[in-house]
């Protein structure tokens, strides 16, 4: 590759794009709202949601010095990441709350990007982050998961016209701010039900002697907060 193919490469993942038409916008949120709301879709939908999960945990643990073990993902669309470290400290706590949080944060990120004009980068972080989950994962169906999610992403920014991508990126992102709002719900409603007894709540709770409840509300204004923010960066409001 020469330096003028270079260039043209550079201009084109840290370039801007421009923003679509407001209707495509809406278009757009209505789609990922109808892949969150109906409980049949939505237990296909989620492993995109569970990937971000895993993944918010794994990457902190690396942030705050943890060793990272692997990742696990099932087709129920429940996860496993284990690492390794202290078993108490600010690093595992960080690290459990990474994961109900995760979902909607890179949303909001990604509502951010999208409001700068930035559709190709956002494409193209996101295929690197798969690509480098990927490596950490240590069974045949999260591998799948991942590989096909990172591949539609791929071909997606480098073989699709530039209004494709732009749908699709607003749409991706429309769905983590809100696919990212359903998961402390749903856990809300198995503890009060006597389930999930080791959730990542019960788990900060055991760390921080803060109470369980509370932090399901710290789950619930992340989620809510990045979805109010991110969905005014996504309108342009």
């Avoid at 020469?2 to 490469?9: F, H, K, Q, W, Y």
């Avoid at 949120?29 to 109906?38: I, K, S």
């Avoid at 990742?71 to 690093?91: A, C, E, F, K, M």
């Avoid at 169906?141 to 992403?153: D, M, N, Q, R, S």
Wanted: proline residues 4%.
């Amino acid at each position: 590759m020469n330096a003028t193919e270079l260039g043209d490469l550079w201009d084109r993942v840290f370039g801007t794009q421009p923003a679509p038409a407001q209707w495509l916008v809406v278009v757009t949120a209505t789609a990922a709202l109808v892949a969150v709301v109906p409980n049949l879709i939505w237990r296909l939908s989620r492993n995109a949601i569970t990937i971000a999960h895993e993944g918010g945990h794994g990457l902190v643990a690396l942030l705050t010095g943890r060793q990272l073990s692997g990742i696990r993902l099932h087709s129920d669309t429940s996860g496993l990441t284990v690492s390794r470290g202290r078993p108490t400290g600010i690093g595992m706590i960080l690290t459990a709350a990474a994961g109900y949080t995760a979902p909607s944060l890179l949303g909001l990120g990604g509502a951010w990007l999208l409001a700068d004009g930035r559709i190709t980068l956002l494409l193209w972080l996101a295929t690197a982050l798969l690509a480098a989950m990927l490596v950490m994962i240590r069974n045949v169906y999260g591998a799948l998961t991942v590989i096909l999610t990172g591949t539609v992403f791929l071909l997606v920014s480098w073989l699709t016209s530039a209004a494709v991508q732009s749908a699709f990126a607003y749409a991706a992102v429309w769905f983590l701010l809100l696919g990212g709002v359903r998961p402390p719900f749903e856990l809300q409603s198995k503890r009060r039900h006597g389930g999930a007894p080791d959730s990542d709540a019960d788990q900060l709770a055991r760390l921080t002697d803060v109470p369980a409840a509370l932090w399901l509300f710290f789950f619930h204004a992340v989620s809510l907060c990045s979805l109010i923010g991110g969905g005014r960066w996504l309108l342009g409001r």
